[in-house]
């Protein structure tokens, strides 16, 4: 037994050499996560956490933030780059249409009011609130808004919402001794967060009492 920890203790790689690879991995996966809204990238910010509160190296925490929010805003911006080229050509465009149908006409609709009643400070809560970024990004493509002024609103948002998942993962990490266990807890925690609205949302359409009215 001592001899097979010895074993796995040589073959795990030292903290240098997981976060040379760890920060610019984390850095694409949720810049990809960003433009390709499939990824769950609440669930790679909380567990890149995890890792960073089991690290000896000082501001591992601040780099995970860092790397996050950068990578989400970058990707945000460059998705609504795109869509204001669909919106610009005659034959539209694949990431246009790939905006519009992760939109349902009520969210669609909701989100236009909000914009229109908050202004930016309706992208802070877009992008904390689940499936909430994408029906708020299509609300300022179609109020027109320049990407300059839609990247000054979804910074703030892009920093709250590494901040959050970053505090999830801390959790995790705090509370498991093991990273492994850390990490699914916070994937597990980021998987309910995100599944809970449409949870939601889907039982309020088969109570009878909504269906009465």
């Given at each position: 037994?001592?001899?097979?920890?010895?074993?796995?203790?040589?073959?795990?790689?030292?903290?240098?050499?997981?976060?040379?690879?760890?920060?610019?991995?984390?850095?694409?996966?949720?810049?990809?996560?960003?433009?390709?809204p499939v990824v769950p990238t609440g669930a790679l910010v909380s567990s890149a956490a995890v890792v960073a509160v089991h690290q000896t190296a000082p501001f591992a925490l601040a780099l995970v933030f860092g790397t996050a929010s950068l990578a989400a805003f970058c990707g945000d911006a460059a998705l609504y780059w795109l869509g204001r080229r669909g919106l610009g050509s005659k034959n539209g465009s694949r990431w246009l249409e790939a905006i519009r149908s992760r939109a349902p006409e009520d969210r669609l609709a909701q989100a236009q009011e909000k914009l229109t009643e908050h202004g930016v400070a309706v992208l802070v809560l877009s992008r904390l609130v689940p499936a909430g970024r994408i029906p708020v990004m299509l609300a300022c493509l179609l109020a027109r808004w320049p990407l300059r002024r839609f990247c000054r609103g979804n910074l703030p948002a892009?920093?709250?919402?590494?901040?959050?998942?970053?505090?999830?993962?801390?959790?995790?990490?705090?509370?498991?001794?093991e990273p492994?266990?850390?990490?699914?807890?916070?994937?597990?925690?980021?998987?309910?967060?995100?599944?809970?609205?449409t949870a939601w949302r889907r039982l309020r359409r088969t109570t009878p009492a909504h269906r009465s009215r």
């Open positions: 037994m001592i001899r097979l920890a010895a074993a796995v203790t040589t073959v795990v790689p030292p903290e240098s050499t997981q976060q040379a690879v760890g920060y610019p991995s984390l850095f694409l996966l949720v810049l990809i996560g960003a433009l390709v892009c920093l709250a919402w590494a901040v959050t998942y970053q505090v999830i993962g801390i959790l995790g990490g705090s509370l498991f001794r492994w266990e850390g990490v699914a807890a916070a994937v597990l925690l980021t998987v309910l967060v995100g599944a809970a609205p």
